[in-house]
Each structure stands twice: as structure tokens, then as C-alpha cells.
């Protein structure tokens, strides 16, 4: 009868005499193995799942830019910049309320409005500095000419993009070029 009793025990999972402390018990024992699993499973899961977030995130504030940067070259070309005499200041704002992701715009965007009679007259801005981040807004880099009447322009919009993985910021950048429309 004692044989008996012991199989039962073993089928059970305990396991009696010598084999019964915990080390033994802990080895042999499957319950908490799902656990451990999802333990080793879960860091690389979250961190693929807040990568794709962070990158979808990146792409939809990359393309509010570039609408919103279109509408703010399509103000300064029907001449209604002009016209009113918006500032760059009010001109990133009417960018910014263009956007809904781009926390932080109006302290983060630069914008950079340059003219002239051809493109070829015309040079790209530079916004980083010398150690490689976005430069200020009041930067002598960074103009703001929308032009007169068939002037060529060039709408350059740059955002200071912080990723959650990633510890540096991204640059966003878009450039709309037109041409003034004879106002």
C-alpha cells in the first residue's frame, strides 16, 4: 500500500523523500512556464510595437507638413501674404493650424520664405548649425521674402521631430516651389 501511495504523489507532481526540496520541485515543476515565456516574448513584442507606432507617427507628421507647407507657399503665391502683410510669425501659425500632430509646433517649426527672378537665382536654406541641430527661428540663415508678382518662390518648413525610441530629434523638412501669380 505504500508503493501505491507513492505513485500517486508522483502523478501528481510532488514528489516525496530526498527529491521533494525545492530546487527539485522548482525544476520539475511546468506551472508559471507560460510566464517565463511571455517574459521573453513581451520586451521584443513592445519594443517592435512602439517602433511601428513611433515610425507610423513619423510618416503621418512628415505628410502634415508637406500640406500644410503647400498651403502656406499657395497663401504667399495668390498674394495674400502680401497683401496683408502677414509676418513669418503669423504665416507659422496659419501653418501649425494646418497640423495636428506636430505637438509643439509653433515653438518648434522654422520657416523660410526666399524669392527671386528664377530658380537658378534662388539658394536652398541650410537649417542646421555647426553642431549639427535645427537652428533658431530668428536665425540670419532664415529669410522670409514671399516676393512681388511672377516671382519664383521657395517655402521651406523644418520641424524638430522627437522620436520615442530614439534619444536625437529627426529634422522634418518640406519645400514647396511656385511661382506668384500676377496680383
Known amino acids: 500500500m505504500h508503493q501505491d501511495h507513492a505513485r500517486q504523489w508522483v502523478r501528481r507532481g510532488a514528489i516525496p523523500c530526498a527529491r521533494g526540496r525545492w530546487p527539485y520541485r522548482l525544476v520539475k515543476s511546468e506551472s508559471g512556464s507560460a510566464l517565463v515565456e511571455f517574459t521573453i516574448v513581451a ?37 495674400q501674404v502680401q497683401a496683408s502683410g502677414i509676418t513669418r510669425a503669423q504665416l507659422k501659425a496659419e501653418i501649425c493650424g494646418k497640423t495636428a500632430v506636430l505637438v509643439g509646433c509653433t515653438s518648434r517649426l522654422r520657416i523660410d520664405v526666399r524669392s527671386g527672378s528664377s530658380l537658378a537665382a534662388i539658394t536652398p536654406p541650410t537649417p542646421l548649425d555647426g553642431s549639427g541641430a535645427l ?27 522627437q522620436l520615442l525610441l530614439k534619444p536625437s530629434d529627426y529634422i522634418l523638412r518640406a519645400t514647396t516651389v511656385t511661382r506668384n501669380e500676377p496680383f
Not at 46 to 59: E, T
Request: proline share 5%; net charge negative; aromatic share 18%.
Open 135 to 161: 537652428k533658431g527661428q530668428e536665425d540670419p540663415g532664415f529669410l522670409y521674402s514671399p516676393g512681388a508678382a511672377n516671382d519664383i518662390v521657395l517655402v521651406s518648413v523644418f520641424f524638430n521631430w
Open 43 to 79: 520586451l521584443p513584442f513592445f519594443l517592435l510595437l512602439m517602433g511601428a507606432v513611433d515610425i507610423g507617427f513619423y510618416y503621418w507628421g512628415s505628410e502634415e507638413l508637406e500640406n500644410a507647407t503647400a498651403h502656406g507657399a499657395r497663401l504667399v503665391r495668390t498674394g
